[in-house]
T-cell receptor
Framework: KQEVTQIPAALSVPEGENLVLNCSFT??????LQWFRQDPGKGLTSLLL?????REQTSGRLNASLDKSSGRSTLYIAASQPGDSATYLC???????????FGKGTKLTVNP | DTAVSQTPKYLVTQMGNDKSIKCEQN?????MYWYKQDSKKFLKIMFS???????INETVPNRFSPKSPDKAHLNLHINSLELGDSAVYFC?????????????FGAGSRLTVL
């Protein structure tokens, strides 16, 4: 059974800082991993999808890495801005199925 | 606007009532999902449909019944509502399943059972 853990649960940083969010998963037989952002009272927005054959995926100031062998993924945010404040969730498939298992998220606050 | 839209956004009702949440996507996706996010913010899949066919049916009470009249719509009907059903329900869609495809979520429907 896939379990996804995100550390830390909450993070507060000053504007401009580079930061890393961590995600670990127990079942490494995954074909991809996705990172999402959730703003308060809103749905999830997909940020990055990394295929199992990739090690990194980049979109603007965001860079996600995937290490299947260690069961870890990181989301790197460069030059953080107050608008980056949100909850970030990672999700991995369960047992090669279509079921995505979500972590509980990391709540990020970027202070001006 | 291309999107996944859910109605209603908020729903407050009494225990024992029956209610429905509707979802529509105009993205041309062939797969739709219902997720539940509880008070602890834990997001779990409930159902998925591909081209109107049920693909995933997680262990949810049979009081929850999804209906997909066509591949652009996936509605969720809940019978005999209980306090524990209070949560935010998210509809989502993708093209061809989550194997290599991004999920697009709706804004959520917050259900409160009194």
């Amino acid at each position: 059974k896939q379990e996804v853990t995100q550390i830390p649960a909450a993070l507060s940083v000053p504007e401009g800082e580079n930061l890393v969010l961590n995600c670990s998963f127990t079942d490494s037989a995954i074909y991809n991993l996705q990172w999402f952002r959730q703003d308060p009272g809103k749905g999830l927005t997909s940020l990055l999808l990394i295929q199992s054959s990739q090690r990194e995926q980049t979109s603007g100031r965001l860079n996600a890495s995937l290490d299947k062998s260690s069961g870890r993924s990181t989301l790197y945010i460069a030059a953080s801005q107050p608008g980056d404040s949100a909850t970030y969730l990672c999700a991995a498939p369960q047992g090669g199925s279509e079921k995505l298992v979500f972590g509980k998220g990391t709540k990020l606050t970027v202070n001006p | 606007d291309t999107a996944v839209s859910q109605t209603p956004k908020y729903l407050v009702t009494q225990m024992g009532n029956d209610k429905s949440i509707k979802c529509e996507q105009n993205l041309g996706h062939d797969t739709m999902y219902w997720y539940k996010q509880d008070s602890k913010k834990f997001l779990k899949i409930m159902f998925s449909y591909n081209n109107k066919e049920l693909i995933i049916n997680e262990t949810v009470p049979n009081r929850f019944s999804p209906k997909s009249p066509d591949k652009a719509h996936l509605n969720l009907h809940i019978n005999s509502l209980e306090l524990g059903d209070s949560a935010v329900y998210f509809c989502a869609s993708s093209n061809g399943g989550t194997g290599a495809n991004v999920l697009t979520f709706g804004a959520g429907s917050r259900l409160t059972v009194l």
